[in-house]
């Protein structure tokens, strides 16, 4: 008995550990099955943009795309090439569930399909407008004359402009422009010189230049300044009396490309008009100090209708004070058509009027003609 009790005892005894091990695997199952279960309740399966997502259920369409890892903006407000003009101030970022457009706040359900696209771009405002389209100036040839063979005219052109970044695109012609064409020349007539005084008129040389002038009897031309000419009317009378040229050298000697138009068209005119003053006819040439020109001065001296005279020969009389020296100079530089660069304003000009006699002499011995410019280039 004793025995088969402890039989029965260590039966027994063995019982409580099995039914425990077997209580703690249905405790883990159900455990495990608890967790599928809740996870499955707290978590969707999702797809953003074709990328299977786990998401928590109270995820939001935001925190979706957030976890997805996709990086979207929304558009930017663009100039009419397509440039930036201000960051995110273009159309919003476009959300889709299950290809309804729907806002960023949405709830998801489990398995929705979820499309998320950049915002598109939005385009300034435009509008038509014509435009002048400029012309080039050709240059060609060798010479001290600017002459305007073809005159050029601005185009027109239809086009879209950016009210904010007037950029314009999609031009239409509506007039084609033409290029002006300018051909420097020199003149080809027969042993012509013509004999120029710059930056006068002054008081003490002109005077003297007139006199050897006409005691010669030969012609020359005065590139006189607005400055000098408005306080020497009567030099100007003087110098049309006795048959020589008056022509236009600005009014302040300022270099004229580096002027804006107005500023060169009021060099040009006012001189002129001081001239015309004392005279009775405006300036036709005009010389630009320097003889800096460029096409802003070329433009502007069609406009006031002058034409550009620069120089051949450019003894530089004003470095020089021997008077000998000046004239050998110029004979041995000298051939017809040349334009002679002299001086009777703007320093001492002493060795120019003395040189002069010899010079002039020189020239009329050699069979040339001292004429003005107006008649170097007369057709
Ligand atoms: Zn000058």
Redesign the pocket.
Same mark, same amino acid.
């Given at each position: 008995m004793i025995v088969i009790k402890n039989k029965v005892d260590k039966a027994y005894n063995h019982e409580p550990k099995r039914k425990y091990i077997t209580l703690v695997i249905i405790i883990t199952i159900f455990l495990i099955i608890e967790f599928i279960f809740y996870y499955n309740y707290f978590n969707y399966r999702v797809f953003v943009n074709d990328k299977p997502l786990m998401i928590s259920r109270f995820a939001t369409l935001h925190d979706a795309i957030k976890k997805s890892g996709i990086k979207v903006e929304p558009g930017d407000f663009v100039d009419i090439e397509n440039k930036v003009i201000e960051k995110g101030k273009g159309g919003p970022i476009k959300y889709f569930i299950d290809f309804k457009n729907v806002s960023g706040k949405s709830k998801v359900k489990r398995m929705a399909e979820i499309f998320v696209v950049n915002g598109i771009d939005r385009m300034e405002p435009q509008e038509k407008i014509i435009i002048q389209i400029p012309f080039k100036y050709n240059i060609i040839g060798e010479g001290p004359y600017y002459e305007i063979t073809r005159k050029g005219k601005l185009g027109r052109k239809l086009v879209n402009q950016g009210i904010i970044s007037k950029k314009t695109k999609d031009e239409v012609i509506l007039e084609e422009k033409v290029d002006c064409i300018i051909i420097k020349k020199r003149s080809k007539k027969d042993r012509m010189i013509a004999l120029t005084f $710059? $930056?006068g008129p002054h008081k003490k040389y002109t005077p003297q230049i007139l006199d050897i002038l006409s005691d010669k009897k030969v012609r020359a031309n005065f590139?006189v300044?607005g400055i000098n000419a408005e306080r020497n009317p009567e030099l100007l009378k003087r110098i049309i009396k006795e048959g020589h040229m008056i022509a236009n050298?600005?009014f302040s000697?300022t270099y004229l490309t580096k002027m804006n138009p107005e500023q060169i068209k009021g060099e040009i005119e006012r001189t002129s008009q001081i001239v015309k003053k004392a005279t009775g006819k405006g300036t036709t040439w005009l010389?630009p100090?320097?003889g800096s020109v460029d096409q802003k001065v070329i433009n502007v001296a069609q406009l006031t209708k002058h034409r550009i005279i620069k120089w051949t020969v450019d003894p530089q009389d004003w470095r020089q004070s021997n008077h000998n020296i000046l004239v050998s100079k110029i004979i041995n530089t000298n051939s017809s058509g040349s334009i002679i660069l002299l001086?009777d +304003? +703007?320093g001492n000009r002493q060795a120019t009027v003395k040189a002069l006699p010899t010079l002039i002499d020189k020239l009329l011995e050699e069979g040339y003609q001292l004429v003005t410019v107006d008649m170097m280039f007369s057709k």
């Open positions: $710059d $930056d590139f300044l050298h600005s000697h010389r100090p320097g001086h +304003g +703007g």
